[in-house]
C-alpha cells in the first residue's frame, strides 16, 4: 500500500480534509493507495466519511489509547453505513498508526533517573492499545460487517526507532509482535532487527501488567493524556514545518529554473 497524505495544515479542518483527501483518491484511482489523515479530534469525521465514501484511510499520529479507540469507531461507524446502503465492504482498507517512541521521550524526561518506568510506558500504551483492538473487532456489531467482507483496521506501530541508546536499539520492534499488526521501521532499525532481532509473539505475553505500567505511572505523577495532547500537536506542527520548507524549495528551484526577469 502507498499512502498519500493531507497537507497538515488542514488537520483541524474536516471538511477540507475530506475534499482533499475524496480528490486525490479520485485522481490517483488506484486500490493501493491510502489517504493518510491525522488523528485529531477534527480528523474522526473524515475518517467516517471517507470510509462511507470506499476511500482507504491511514490514520497517522496516534498516541493515546483514548485517541485510538475512536478512531475504530470512527471506521467502523462508515462502514455501517455502507453497509446500511448496501454497497460494498470487501475493498476496503484502513491502518491506525500508534506513534510509539515519542511517548518515552516525553514520559522519561518528566520521570526520575533510575525509575523503572523509563522505557516502557509506551509499549504498554501500545499493548493496552492492541487489547482495545481485539475487543472492538470482537463486538456483535462488527461480526455483520466481517460477513460483509469487511476487513478490520489493523494496528500499525511507527516511530519505532529506539531515541535513548540506553535500551536495545529493536525495543519497539521485538516487543510489539503479533497478529494483525504493521510496523513501520527506520533502515538503521529494520537492519538492527534483521541482525539480532528474534521473531516470537510478544505482544499479548502479560495484558494485565500493561495496565498495571499505566497505573503506576499515573500514580508517578505522569498525566499521560497531557503527554499524548502535546505529542499531537507537536506532531502537527512538525508535519507543517516540513510541508513549509518542501514549498520553499519547489519554489526556489521553480524560481532558479525561470531564470531572471527579462
Not at 489517504?35 to 467516517?48: H, Y
Not at 526507532?161 to 529493536?170: I, L, W
Not at 513501520?184 to 532499525?189: C, F, I, N, Y
Request: charged letters at 25%; proline letters at 5%; glycine letters at 6%.
Amino acid at each position: 500500500m502507498i499512502s498519500f497524505e493531507s497537507t497538515p495544515d488542514l488537520a483541524d479542518d474536516a471538511e477540507a480534509t475530506i475534499a482533499q483527501a475524496s480528490d486525490l483518491w479520485h485522481r490517483l484511482a488506484e486500490p493501493n493507495v491510502m489517504s493518510k489523515v491525522p488523528g485529531t479530534k477534527a480528523g474522526l469525521p473524515a475518517i467516517e466519511q471517507l470510509t462511507r465514501a470506499g476511500v482507504n484511510v491511514n490514520i497517522t499520529l496516534l498516541f493515546s489509547v483514548k485517541r485510538y479507540e475512536e478512531v475504530i469507531d470512527a471506521y467502523q461507524r462508515g462502514l455501517t453505513a455502507r453497509a446500511d446502503a448496501g454497497e460494498r465492504l470487501n475493498q476496503i482498507t484502513s491502518v491506525a498508526s500508534y506513534f510509539l517512541s515519542r511517548i518515552d521521550t516525553k514520559v522519561d524526561a518528566r520521570l526520575h533517573e533510575g525509575s523503572p518506568l523509563r522505557g516502557r510506558v509506551a509499549l504498554a500504551s501500545a499493548r493496552v492499545a492492541y487489547q482495545r483492538y481485539i475487543e472492538k473487532f470482537r463486538r456483535p456489531g462488527w461480526d455483520r460487517l466481517r460477513q460483509l467482507g469487511a476487513k478490520p483496521q489493523r494496528p500499525l506501530w511507527a516511530s519505532t526507532g529506539t531515541k535513548n541508546p540506553e535500551f536495545s536499539d529493536v525495543l519497539y520492534v521485538s516487543q510489539l509482535i503479533g497478529p494483525d499488526v504493521v510496523n513501520t521501521m527506520p533502515e538503521q532499525t529494520l537492519r538492527a532487527f534483521a541482525d539480532h532481532g528474534e521473531v516470537k509473539p510478544t505482544l499479548v505475553a502479560d495484558p494485565a501488567a500493561a495496565e498495571s505500567t499505566l497505573a503506576e505511572a499515573a500514580t508517578a505523577g505522569i498525566d499521560l493524556n497531557s503527554v499524548t495532547d502535546e505529542l499531537e500537536r507537536e506532531g502537527i506542527e512538525s508535519f507543517c514545518d516540513s510541508y513549509r520548507q518542501l514549498l520553499k524549495c519547489v519554489e526556489s528551484k521553480r524560481d532558479a529554473l525561470a531564470g531572471p526577469e527579462s
